[in-house]
């Protein structure tokens, strides 16, 4: 179907930079919007701790103070959120995907094709293992040189930025290995199970 | 499950036209769309709407749809945002008889649905009622002894009098429902003798308007991050269960977020 004209509509074309940068229906914000389901969680990092994790074998639990032990890696990327907005060049630090999941084989965790988050407030996403792996993914810990705010998912948030903001699972706890895709929480809400903004894949049945 | 994904179709983009517009304050308005083909809907539920200028550039945004589930059209709510690329022109230029693309509906979380049960708490702010509002439409068009089995409050945060949207209809539903209760609170320029809240929305004010914890309400809170944010967490303060507290905000950019 051929769109058709919004009589009057001009709009305000971004520069060609960012046009080049922007995936088809996003725009550019300078803002940095806050989304979530429901309130935010505020877990004390004397209590939190993170969870590499996989059916029938033990799992690797960090402390904070083991996890801020792990090498991390500052992070410069642009953000794609499926409410329209993107964001360029945000600045975070974290741990690498590869780096837990390296340390997982070490005690005997097996990758498995696909992986779910699962987070404080019973939040959940699902992506696949190649969505995680290769320097594609990272556990977030600081945004702009300081930590995390709770807003936006601190103390730590799943940042994957290649694929809409919502698989950047705020407030993430867990990582678990899964033999087959499982949708997650807004995945069973309608929304789709990979969501790559290049290919506009926002909701469930887009290509 | 991942078959059913794999064979799920697209939400279609279709074509509606603008019937009536409704002007509800000096920086919001109503599109009621004629939209052929509409599946229909869940209150609180959003639609994205796509622009397209005659060189063929192209923008989205995404609203909450105001009308209830099977009224034969759909209404859009929106509010003029200071330097709006999309809402300036969906406020100030869209005319009657005029166009626009829009697919939906979208989103599963923020709905409600009389068969969900009450009480129902909603907060919200400036154009957070949107959802809200759909909420109870929805509601007050069920059988009186649905809608009483399904008591229901709404807490909702103003500049001024003069920017309430939905003011009449909200007093209206009021008035003819024992078993509704409009709270408004007027933050920047309460009337003279304006009886009612002045402020904020804080948790003293909530844990007056709301429901104790043990009756368990639905609660659902929709405004810009500030207000959702506080809340929100003064709600989970009072003790009510984290998992009964859907919120969903109205970003700077515009758009539910």
């Given at each position: 179907?051929?769109?058709?004209?919004?009589?009057?509509?001009?709009?305000?074309?971004?520069?060609?930079?960012?046009?080049?940068?922007?995936?088809?229906?996003?725009?550019?914000?300078?803002?940095?919007?806050?989304?979530?389901?429901?309130?935010?969680?505020?877990?004390?990092?004397?209590?939190?701790?993170?969870?590499?994790?996989?059916?029938?074998?033990?799992?690797?639990?960090?402390?904070?103070?083991?996890?801020?032990?792990?090498?991390?890696?500052?992070?410069?990327?642009?953000?794609?959120?499926?409410?329209?907005?993107?964001?360029?060049?945000?600045?975070?630090?974290?741990?690498?995907?590869?780096?837990?999941?390296?340390?997982?084989?070490?005690?005997?965790?097996?990758?498995?094709?696909?992986?779910?988050?699962?987070?404080?407030?019973?939040?959940?996403?699902?992506?696949?293992?190649?969505?995680?792996?290769?320097?594609?993914?990272?556990?977030?810990?600081?945004?702009?040189?300081?930590?995390?705010?709770?807003?936006?998912?601190?103390?730590?948030?799943?940042?994957?930025?290649?694929?809409?903001?919502?698989?950047?699972?705020?407030?993430?706890?867990?990582?678990?290995?899964?033999?087959?895709?499982?949708?997650?929480?807004?995945?069973?809400?309608?929304?789709?199970?990979?969501?790559?903004?290049?290919?506009?894949?926002?909701?469930?049945?887009?290509? | 499950?991942?078959?059913?994904?794999?064979?799920?179709?697209?939400?279609?983009?279709?074509?509606?036209?603008?019937?009536?517009?409704?002007?509800?304050?000096?920086?919001?308005?109503?599109?009621?769309?004629?939209?052929?083909?509409?599946?229909?809907?869940?209150?609180?539920?959003?639609?994205?709407?796509?622009?397209?200028?005659?060189?063929?550039?192209?923008?989205?945004?995404?609203?909450?749809?105001?009308?209830?589930?099977?009224?034969?059209?759909?209404?859009?709510?929106?509010?003029?945002?200071?330097?709006?690329?999309?809402?300036?022109?969906?406020?100030?230029?869209?005319?009657?008889?005029?166009?626009?693309?829009?697919?939906?509906?979208?989103?599963?979380?923020?709905?409600?649905?009389v068969?969900?049960?009450g009480p129902l708490m909603l907060?919200?702010?400036?154009?957070?009622?949107?959802?809200l509002m759909?909420m109870l439409r929805h509601r007050a068009?069920a059988?009186d002894?649905?809608r009483r089995a399904t008591p229901a409050r709404l807490l909702y945060?103003?500049?001024?009098?003069?920017?309430?949207?939905?003011?009449?209809e909200l007093a209206h539903l009021a008035d003819t429902d024992d078993s509704l209760r409009v709270i408004?609170?007027?933050?920047?320029?309460?009337?003279?003798?304006?009886?009612?809240?002045?402020?904020?929305?804080?948790?003293?004010?909530?844990?007056?308007v709301?429901?104790?914890?043990?009756?368990?309400?639905?609660?659902?809170?929709?405004?810009?991050?500030?207000?959702?944010?506080?809340?929100?967490?003064?709600?989970?303060?009072?003790?009510?269960?984290?998992?009964?507290?859907?919120?969903?905000?109205?970003?700077?950019?515009?758009?539910?977020?």
């Open positions: 179907m051929t769109s058709p004209i919004s009589r009057g509509f001009r709009g305000r074309r971004p520069n060609a930079g960012a046009a080049a940068r922007l995936p088809p229906g996003q725009y550019e914000t300078h803002d940095f919007p806050v989304l979530s389901a429901g309130p935010t969680p505020h877990t004390p990092l004397a209590k939190w701790s993170f969870t590499l994790g996989a059916r029938g074998a033990p799992s690797v639990t960090w402390s904070w103070d083991e996890f801020e032990a792990l090498p991390h890696e500052t992070i410069t990327r642009d953000i794609h959120c499926v409410t329209k907005w993107s964001k360029f060049d945000t600045v975070w630090t974290g741990v690498s995907i590869d780096t837990i999941i390296a340390a997982g084989a070490e005690k005997g965790i097996a990758p498995a094709p696909y992986v779910v988050a699962v987070c404080d407030g019973g939040y959940t996403t699902n992506l696949p293992l190649a969505d995680v792996t290769g320097g594609k993914a990272w556990i977030a810990v600081g945004y702009d040189d300081k930590p995390l705010h709770p807003e936006h998912g601190g103390p730590a948030r799943l940042l994957v930025p290649h694929l809409y903001f919502w698989k950047s699972a705020k407030w993430v706890r867990e990582l678990h290995f899964r033999d087959h895709d499982e949708p997650g929480f807004w995945e069973a809400l309608g929304y789709h199970m990979r969501g790559d903004p290049w290919k506009e894949q926002r909701y469930t049945g887009d290509a | 499950m991942t078959g059913d994904v794999a064979e799920a179709r697209p939400i279609a983009w279709r074509i509606g036209t603008v019937h009536e517009i409704i002007a509800e304050t000096s920086r919001v308005r109503t599109l009621v769309l004629d939209v052929p083909g509409w599946p229909g809907h869940r209150a609180g539920q959003h639609v994205d709407v796509r622009l397209t200028a005659e060189d063929g550039y192209q923008t989205e945004r995404s609203y909450s749809i105001a009308s209830p589930p099977g009224d034969p059209r759909i209404s859009l709510t929106i509010e003029r945002l200071e330097d709006g690329e999309v809402s300036s022109y969906l406020v100030d230029e869209l005319r009657e008889g005029d166009t626009v693309e829009l697919r939906g509906p979208i989103g599963g979380h923020f709905v409600w649905s068969r969900d049960g907060v919200g702010g400036g154009s957070g009622i949107v959802p759909a068009s059988p002894g649905v945060s103003s500049r001024s009098w003069r920017e309430v949207i939905y003011r009449d408004h609170t007027l933050t920047r320029e309460p009337p003279p003798s304006w009886p009612g809240y002045a402020r904020r929305i804080d948790r003293a004010m909530l844990a007056e709301t429901w104790p914890a043990s009756a368990h309400p639905h609660i659902y809170v929709c405004g810009g991050t500030p207000l959702v944010e506080t809340a929100a967490k003064a709600l989970v303060e009072l003790d009510y269960e984290p998992t009964s507290i859907r919120t969903e905000r109205f970003g700077p950019t515009g758009g539910p977020a």
